[in-house]
């Protein structure tokens, strides 16, 4: 391990994103692609990759396309499709001699028997028998027979009463018939046969049968489908903005803030960069003032015996001034190059993460307004189905109002609010297709290898990249900084310069510490006229300032960029943000829209629900 006391953190998807994205990326994975064919110059590979993508947009777009059509084709049926066209809940109209047969045998109110009525009605439960079996009983001749002809007289006057009822009830549905100038039709009666009631046909049961019981219960439960559907549609949007919204509005802040931080060591690095490079150009211009020859330095004492006469031995300092130090200050200039290249690459990793975030982030009013707009239309929906609910209420059973107008609320609804829906619900499929879209490219990219983790795609990356060329230690680096500091330390070479630095600095120190020791005027007066000890010892001190300050900008600059720190950078901005927050934000917001949007379907399949006219 290169940092033992460091544990990189190991990225783990949020089960939403880790279950939706991976059903999601069934196209792209039957295709082959991977988002890191997008890096390659083959173009059949970034093809069959965006060809996944527009696959499962596809689907989405078709499934949108198929219900509109569907409704367009009832909306243009008009009341052969009854209710499912919108309008308003009545029988279907007959098209056929057998619906006129059953409508003749089942609807006429003159062809009520009144010698075949019983009286089960009035009888305990445990005590009526089946009507069928009754009758048939009593036709016979034997079998059943009423208890009393007390209970028998009741039934026979319950009946008359009824049946002078219907018939009032049938003459005022002709008189409003005749004045609004339509035919009347057994529809709009839609008694059944009180004789045979529970012979009723139950195939005659359909979404389309007029009979009345029918017709409520269809209405109710019409009606109870779509307040349903309106309450999931309006929990879901607020949904969206706690769990889609606001996540990544804070993770774009957090991005922000991530990005001042990774945007501080890069500017701390370059400003060191630059003091050493200024101590380094100073350095060079100071060693061109001291005397490397021994015999100039010290022409009374040969050479070979300087360290044993003076006390002070310089020939390491010489060696290394003659001999590495040019070495050094181009090998300096390298690094430097190198590690500026590096805090690029650093910051605009976190420029580019941070305004795909921020990008984001500034898009979202448009799911906001969507929301809001979507939840207030929703509400006025469900308005429109309690007005229609309490109309119906007050107009039963006044037979003229079966044939009122539009409403006030109708017309709103069919001819602002209907058309915003549609309008809205149409964003709503982009939208969503959009999302569905994100989420399985994010876990394309998250989720790459197994175990999945961004840094598999990071390498595979690096490995397909075909455009500009990619130097070996840069590529080093990026893999250390991104695979939890294993391999090679990306900064090996500044630490080894480090070290250059530091054992030279200990000779330079230590010959001046000699040098204090022997005396400077005592090595004056044993290298005789014309030495050049001042120079050499004072230039030694001057270039060993220098160098120390360079070690210590050196030294700043290895503590910015320890694999530990970037590495945790690059772990919080790309695991924790754009992996984690983001990437479900974006699978929680798919499954939102799917249940807003089919729920805006339903409500405008269930359009009936707010009329109350026929």
């Not at 990306?490 to 020791?517: C, F, G, H």
Request: glycine share 6%; net charge negative; aromatic share 8%.
């Amino acid at each position: 391990m290169l940092y033992e006391n460091y544990t990189a953190p190991v990225y783990e998807p949020p089960k939403i994103f880790d279950f939706i994205g991976g059903l999601l990326e069934k196209p792209l994975d039957s295709r082959s692609a991977t988002f890191t064919d997008l890096f390659s110059k083959d173009s059949t590979s970034s093809g069959a990759y965006l060809e996944g993508l527009f696959g499962l947009g596809t689907c989405f777009a078709a499934l949108a396309t198929f219900w509109f059509a569907c409704l367009v084709i009832l909306q243009c049926k008009g009341r052969d499709v009854g209710c499912a066209s919108g309008h308003g809940f009545d029988g279907a109209p007959r098209d056929s001699e057998e619906d006129d047969e059953y409508y003749t045998d089942n609807h006429d109110i003159h062809e009520l028997d009144l010698d075949e009525t019983d009286e089960d009605e009035f009888l305990d439960e445990e005590e009526r028998p089946n009507n069928i079996v009754a009758r048939n009983a009593t036709n016979s001749g034997g079998g059943y027979r009423p208890r009393s002809p007390r209970r028998r007289g009741r039934a026979a006057d319950h009946h008359v009463k009824t049946l002078n009822a219907l018939m009032d009830y049938e003459s005022d549905i002709r008189e409003a018939s005749r004045r609004r100038g339509l035919d009347f039709h057994p529809d709009m009666m839609a008694i059944p046969n009180y004789g045979n009631d529970n012979d009723y046909d139950d195939a005659h049961c359909s979404c389309f049968s007029g009979h009345p019981y029918q017709i409520k219960t269809r209405r109710r439960r019409t009606r109870l489908a779509f307040l349903t559907s309106a309450i999931l549609s309006i929990c879901c949007s607020g949904l969206l903005l706690s769990k889609v919204h606001t996540p990544i509005r804070e993770a774009a802040d957090s991005m922000a803030s991530l990005f001042v931080e990774g945007h501080g060591i890069v500017e701390r690095v370059q400003t060191t960069l630059i003091v050493v490079e200024d101590a380094a150009a100073v350095a060079d211009d100071v060693i061109t003032t001291i005397p490397f020859d021994m015999v100039e330095l010290c022409p009374a004492v040969p050479p070979e015996f300087f360290s044993s006469e003076i006390g002070v031995n310089p020939v390491d300092v010489v060696a290394f001034l003659e001999q590495e130090f040019e070495t050094f200050l181009t090998t300096t200039a390298l690094y430097v190059d190198e590690i500026q290249e590096l805090t690029w690459q650093i910051e605009n990793g976190l420029t580019e993460a941070g305004a795909l975030v921020q990008e984001n982030a500034d898009r979202l009013w448009v799911l906001y307004a969507w929301v809001v707009s979507t939840i207030a239309l929703t509400v006025l929906m469900m308005a429109g189905v309690v007005v229609a609910m309490r109309e119906d209420a007050r107009r039963f059973p006044n037979p003229e109002d079966l044939f009122q107008d539009d409403t006030w609320s109708e017309f709103i609804l069919s001819w602002l609010v209907l058309p915003m829906l549609i309008v809205f619900t149409i964003i709503g499929w982009g939208l969503l297709i959009a999302s569905s879209m994100s989420t399985a490219v994010a876990s394309d990219v998250c989720t790459a290898g197994n175990p999945g983790s961004p840094e598999v795609t990071i390498r595979r990356a690096l490995d397909n990249w075909e455009f500009t060329p990619i130097s070996e230690n840069t590529y080093n680096t990026i893999v250390a900084y991104t695979e939890g500091c294993r391999g090679e330390n990306p900064i090996r070479q500044l630490i080894a310069l480090e070290d250059l630095l530091d054992d030279n600095l200990d000779v330079m120190r230590a010959r001046l510490n000699e040098a204090n020791v022997v005396g400077y005027d005592t090595m004056k007066e044993r290298c005789g006229e014309g030495n050049n000890i001042d120079i050499f010892f004072t230039g030694v001190g001057n270039l060993a300032g220098h160098l120390a300050k360079v070690r210590g900008s050196l030294g700043e600059v290895t503590t910015s960029l320890a694999c530990p720190n970037i590495n945790s950078l690059y772990s919080r901005s790309v695991h924790g943000v754009l992996c984690t927050d983001v990437a479900g934000a974006s699978a929680t917001g798919f499954v939102l829209l799917l249940v807003v949007s089919l729920a805006n379907m339903i409500l405008m399949s269930l359009r009936a629900s707010w009329r109350h006219s026929r």
